[in-house]
Antibody
């Protein structure tokens, strides 16, 4: 069964840092691009960041550029999101998602909650 | 960046009746390969998003045939032929034709009357 399991969320003060992880199973992780997408309270889905299958290319939304860094360890079948200089507006449920080649995002994890508050 | 505008933002539907949602793009979603990467996702309360439709009109595996997608260029539609109770949730369109960024519409919230 294809599965994505996020972890690492929690409560952090503004300006703080967190590292999210996403453990993948049931498919050949190293063959797929991956994304992080978030949903803020009372808001819709927002794409956060993307990384290619070999990790050599990555992109992120302007709102997190310079603060968030996506990475992956294909040997451990794990995707990461390092989040620094967190702001209140980063509060959201963070999902990792797989990119189906030639089609787009298909499989989503259940999400990990990040709350930025003093 | 491409902006996707969904309408309506909320919809109250009687069980067994049809429902239709619109997604309009700020520019054509025809990609450099001639394909249109417009997908629809359903997010039920308390659940992760689930893809229903990819590339405008191709239904994903396991998705009931009461769901259908159509459109081209900048205008796209998701239709439910007969709404069932399990269809309650938020529906998002998403484009992957011109990235980064990948962008989502604001979502259409569906409830049962």
């Amino acid at each position: 069964e294809v599965q994505l399991v996020e972890s690492g969320g929690g409560l952090v003060q503004p300006g703080g840092s967190l590292r999210l992880s996403c453990a993948a199973s049931g498919f050949t992780f190293s063959d797929y691009w991956m994304h992080w997408v978030r949903r803020g309270p009372g808001k819709g889905l927002m794409w956060v960041s993307h990384i290619t299958s070999d990790g050599t290319s990555r992109d992120c939304a302007d709102s997190v550029k310079g603060r968030f860094t996506i990475s992956r360890d294909n040997a451990k079948n794990t995707l990461y999101l390092q989040m620094n200089s967190l702001r209140v507006e980063d509060t959201a449920l963070y999902y990792c998602a797989r990119d189906d080649p030639g089609i787009g995002i298909d499989i989503w994890g259940h999400g990990t909650m990040v709350i930025v508050s003093s | 960046d491409i902006v996707l505008t969904q309408s309506p933002l909320s919809l109250s539907v009687t069980l067994g009746q049809p429902a239709s949602f619109s997604c309009r793009s700020s520019q054509s979603l025809v990609g450099s390969d001639g394909k249109t990467y417009l997908n629809w996702f359903q997010q039920r309360p308390g659940q992760s998003p689930r893809r229903l439709i990819h590339k405008v009109s191709e239904r994903d595996s396991g998705v009931p045939d009461r769901f259908s997608g159509s459109g081209s260029g900048t205008d796209f539609t998701l239709k439910i032929s007969r709404v069932e109770a399990e269809d309650v949730g938020v529906y998002y369109c998403m484009q992957g034709s011109h990235w980064p960024p990948w962008t989502f519409g604001q979502g259409t919230k569906v409830e049962i009357k």
